[in-house]
DNA sequence: ACCTGAACACCGTTCAAGT
DNA sequence: ACCTGAACACCGTTCAAGT
């Protein structure tokens, strides 16, 4: 087997074996049975490495990718990117089990450093996600291009609360106030470009 | 000064100075001129250190009751009172236990009868409040009147995903990213209608 | 081109010892 | 009670040297 791929499969069975292992250099490169140096050229830093199986990861979970489908409207497709990120979770039932992994995998356990980095690395993946998207419609024209960060940390802020929502207990009708919501939160991405990012607030 | 202080005050300028700064135990022991030992002695953890720096700063942005308050900006006291539901929420420690209640009351057991009512009593006391705010802005022309519950969902799906995140492990810059979806959150309601009111530019 | 591992400059935390 | 700083066990990255 190729270098890279040993050092990804260690990486990998390192993670199914526990969500908040750390990857550090050496613990991969050893597990992998392959020097540091090796792993250092190979992957040229950690984030590199992390990047690689995350996305390895997610890729085999989700295909598929509406964003580029030019037949709708760019407001249409975010739309659906959007509503494909919340449809595996489910209606209550899944998404209170969902919510149940998530709540006892990074939110009862203390924020520990390798809890913070595991749970970080697919924040960032996530990001990532919503970067293209926002990436390929800015390539159309569909909003300025530039910095999206400030406008990704909104849609995903706006995710996570309709998640959450999901697993709560529910009025009637989730699905058109959920509608409702996501079409807000597009309306306001695509009516506003990026911006420079404010400065702290000085205590 | 108190060492404590002295140490509080260290870390704020750096982090004025460079909202990326790395505050490790070091430099902010050199820069508050203490020990490390001193720094552990009074912050047993980074993350101690950290999170007393971000209630603090938090502690001193907040002010009393805002949303009548003429002297701010219609966009500015929205802000602030949002703000005021997330500042009880404390940061990590006291979100995670306070999303532990949420999550054992109403996510955790089955959704029968008595656990969703007991949940939309507070919901629904969670959007008089917020339809409260709209209904004042509205009075001063800030923002159309009539029905707002549109409005009121948005901002409380933008409300949940930013509490949940304040339980979920963090990165450093939690405050930055959290004003900034605030910011566009309230943008977005303030500009679903006319009557732009003429206030202060924002950061 | 690929690989090695020692060395470097950091990190957070601990702890015997001081006042 | 408060403070000190050396020591410990890590970390990611670099690099001269090998094949």
């Known amino acids: 087997m190729e270098t890279r791929e040993k050092i990804l ?3 990998a069975e390192m993670i199914a074996e526990d969500v908040a292992a750390k990857l550090s250099v050496r613990a991969v490169a050893a597990r992998a049975g392959v020097s540091i140096g090796s792993l250092r050229f190979h992957f040229p830093t950690q984030r590199a490495l992390q990047d690689s199986l995350l996305k390895r990861i997610y890729e085999h979970l989700l295909p598929g990718d509406p964003i580029r489908d030019r037949t709708l409207s760019p407001r249409e497709r975010l739309l659906n990117c959007l509503r494909q990120v ?10 209170r089990t969902a919510w149940g992994t998530v709540y006892r995998s990074f939110i009862e356990p203390e924020p520990t450093e ?3 980095t595991a749970y970080l690395a697919h924040e960032r993946e996530a990001e990532r996600r919503v970067e293209h998207w926002l990436t390929v419609l800015a390539e159309e024209g569909a909003l300025p291009p530039g910095d999206h960060t ?4 909104f849609l995903l802020t706006v995710l996570n609360g309709l998640s959450v929502e999901r697993a709560l207990p529910t009025r009637e009708s989730v699905l058109i106030a959920e509608t409702e919501t996501l079409n807000a939160a597009v309306d306001h991405v695509l009516s506003t470009g990026p911006a420079p990012s404010a400065g702290p ?3």
């Open 9 to 11: 499969q260690a990486a």
């Open 86 to 95: 919340l449809a595996p979770l489910g209606t209550n039932e899944d998404a």
């Open 114 to 116: 390798p809890v913070r």
């Open 150 to 153: 400030r406008n990704v940390r």
């Open 201 to 203: 607030p000085r205590p």
